[in-house]
């Protein structure tokens, strides 16, 4: 079992440095999801997709997309996202959609009957929905059913009906959380997180039995055996548990507070620029060295460079100063998390995904 990362996008802003801005996807075992949807996201998707059939022999079916996860209301973030919902519609989608991004607590209680009308960032997504909906984005125009949800970390609000409801989620098992970031509009970090995983089967001790009773107690079965019960708990080791990635969009330092094995993490500046980050409340790659320390990460990818970085050279040297498995994101690269939670990290170039 594994979690694999398609980074799309790795630019803050807007396209710049060869860069296009932010959009990934996360594959898990029982689908997938795409988190933030910028500018151009789905010509970026064709390509990659092209590239997976080409170097991989196989290609990411939308089919099995189910949820486009929004971490904040700024254009880099977002405005890819209308066009690709009417693609999806001209190539004939059926699949049920959901798209989910973050609110304020203010605008929640005025869409659930409050009487306030609060002031809304002009970025705020509550605006954006609105917009897209008037624009066509329903699923009536559409012809697949597409499930608006906004939410304030705690509390979600199904934009079709107008009901609170709980934070969807699309997949059997694998579970997907909300964790609110600090920034100038509404925002939050992803996380996606397996189930946790039956131990490993002991094989030594079940030898001397039955073919049939072994396998009984493989599948998880307790076996009457001669005059006793033979529990399955007892041929298996302690449970593992499962995999999880963190995906921020824009924040400040040290505001995501959730654990994780994977962090991929905004990086728009260097140190040396720390007092912009700041007043913009984004992250320095030193900054999202500490935020990874202060969630435990196996692992830190950055992504999310400012126009100011011509290559992110520097961004890792700052951060691996600090944490000790770094990784810098470039456009196309794809991030497995493995079962032993080891990290590859597949570079795409002229004759495919290298290993580094």
Known sequence: MTLEVHILGTSSARPAQGRSVSGSIVETHEGMVVVDCGEGFQNRLVDHRAKMKAFGGRRLKMARMSTILLTHGHLDHTWGLLPWLQTMALDGRREPLWVIGPTSPEVIDTLLGGENEPEVNSSDLVLQYDMWMDLGATSEALGYEL????????????????????????????????HSTQHTVPSCAWKIMTAPRLGKFDREAANKLPNEVRAHLGAGEDVEFGEEVLLAADFREEPRPGLSLVISGDTAEKSIETECDLLIHEATFLESHSDIANEHLHSTAAGAARTALECGAKHLALTHYSARLEDHGPAIVEAGDIHESVIACGDGDRLILNDDFSLQHLVIQPQGWMTY
């Open 147 to 178: 499930n608006w949800v906004l939410g304030d970390g705690t509390r979600w609000l199904d934009m079709n009906t107008g009901e609170e409801i709980p934070l969807p989620q699309p997949f059997p098992s694998v579970k997907l959380s909300a």
